[in-house]
């Protein structure tokens, strides 16, 4: 058996879906063969074991190798950045490994005005961005009405842009309200599908079963929508993982947000280990071929734990990127972990500065509005 690149390239990648072949140089039980083809069925929960835990670096190059291939059929070489709002730090919920819980008297709490959203979102046009994701904790300023005036608003000055909410847990109406005012995706991460899991990571008045029922409505209602989990999260197992990812398969999850847990020092979990940059790749390239138009971002914790994250997690499959077009005094003020990367620099140059990062790597970034491959998309009137 030789180890070349594998040959995705030249497969029908919908097929690949379901049996994805990559050349490993290892034979395992979960492995047959067609000639000298080694084939892995990607939705073997098995495969997903070996390649989350293999140390065999030939496998992993062969993981990473495919992803890349699979991302390169469906996007070429763009990367598709978002222009990030994070546009309130007060939350009502109390996540153990959150730096914005609740309970954390030291954070210094900020709530952008309506104007101060606009403005962002003004600049951010001006220098190209067609997507907007206003990401916040569960703030109760924020009443539906005032997230669907900010949302229409938006949606009626740049009708061309896609307008992304992460605001949290809310109800089926609230979720319908904000899509009918001009919300295209939702990204809540599940954080965990496992129940006992969640229970380790959050406090009693949270669950798992209304975390994903959320999920399920906001796909109903019609949103593109994203899921995603910490890796290295406290308690965190492989059995965990592989949960998740059959749940996001089952969700067929739109977008996917995967990033390292990293510890905040005013959380319950101050002393806990940070999640790997290592893990982090494997599982972003497996979700890669698990869902192969995936929209993924090569998140900023990933940026925060290596100074080349983010390009390991492109290298891995990921498509996206989302640079912070909040208000720079904020951003700071932004903080779920320690260290948080965060420039300081003007949106423009931190533009400019992920395009260099990216050519690199031989990718480019791509400001236009990115919805997922292969999807339909909700004309805006
Ligand atoms: N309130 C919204 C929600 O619940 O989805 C959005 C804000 S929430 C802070 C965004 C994400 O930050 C969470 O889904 C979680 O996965 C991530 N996060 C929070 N604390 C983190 C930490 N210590 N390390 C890494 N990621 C963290």
Redesign the pocket.
């Known amino acids: 058996m030789n180890f070349q690149i594998n040959q995705i390239a030249t497969e029908d990648l919908t097929v690949c879906m379901k049996r994805t072949i990559i050349k490993l140089g290892i034979i395992t039980d979960i492995m047959s063969y067609i000639g000298d083809d080694v084939i892995v069925d990607i939705l073997d929960k098995n495969v997903w074991r070996e390649l989350l835990t293999t140390s065999d670096l030939m496998i992993l190059e062969e993981l990473y190798a495919s992803a890349r291939m699979v991302q390169q059929k469906h996007y070429g070489n763009k990367i598709y950045a978002r222009g990030l709002i994070e546009f309130t730090n007060y ?1 009502k ?1 109390d ?1 153990y ?4 819980r609740r309970s954390n008297r030291d954070a210094c709490r900020y709530r952008l005005t309506e104007e101060q959203i606009l403005s962002c979102c003004d600049s951010g046009y001006k220098i190209g961005f067609r997507t907007f994701v206003l ?4 703030d109760g300023y924020f009443t539906d009405d005032r997230i669907c005036d900010l949302v229409y608003s938006i949606k009626t000055k740049y009708p061309d842009c896609a307008i992304t909410l ?4 809310k109800s089926r109406e609230s979720y319908q309200k904000y899509y009918d005012a001009g919300a295209d995706r939702y ?3 599940h ?1 965990t599908a496992n129940p006992e899991h969640y229970r380790l990571l959050h406090p009693q008045e949270m669950s798992c079963e209304n975390r994903k029922r959320c999920l399920w409505d906001l796909k109903e209602i019609g949103y593109q929508v994203g899921a ?3 890796v290295g999260s406290p308690g965190q197992t492989i059995d965990h993982m592989i949960e998740d990812l059959k749940f996001m398969k089952e969700l067929e999850a739109d977008m996917v ?1 995967i ?6 020092h005013a ?1 319950p ?1 101050a002393n806990e280990a940070a999640g790997t940059v290592d893990r982090t790749v494997r599982l972003l390239a497996i979700t890669r071929l698990l869902l192969p138009e995936v929209l993924l971002p090569a998140t900023t ?1 990933l940026g925060t734990l290596d100074p080349l994250g983010r390009e390991k997690g492109i290298l891995a499959g990921a498509n996206v990127v989302m640079p912070n077009l909040s208000p720079e005094n904020v951003r700071e003020n932004y903080l ?2 320690d260290n948080k990367l965060c420039t300081g620099s003007e949106a423009a140059d931190g533009l400019r500065m992920l395009d260099e990062m990216m050519r690199k790597i031989g990718y480019e970034i791509s400001l236009e509005r990115g919805d997922r491959s292969g999807r339909e998309v909700r004309v805006w009137h």
């Open positions: 939350c919920n996540c490994y959150c730096g914005i990401q916040g904790g569960e992460s605001v949290g847990e990204l809540l991460r954080e995603g989990i910490m947000g990033g390292p847990f990293l510890p905040h959380t979990f914790a779920l972990y």
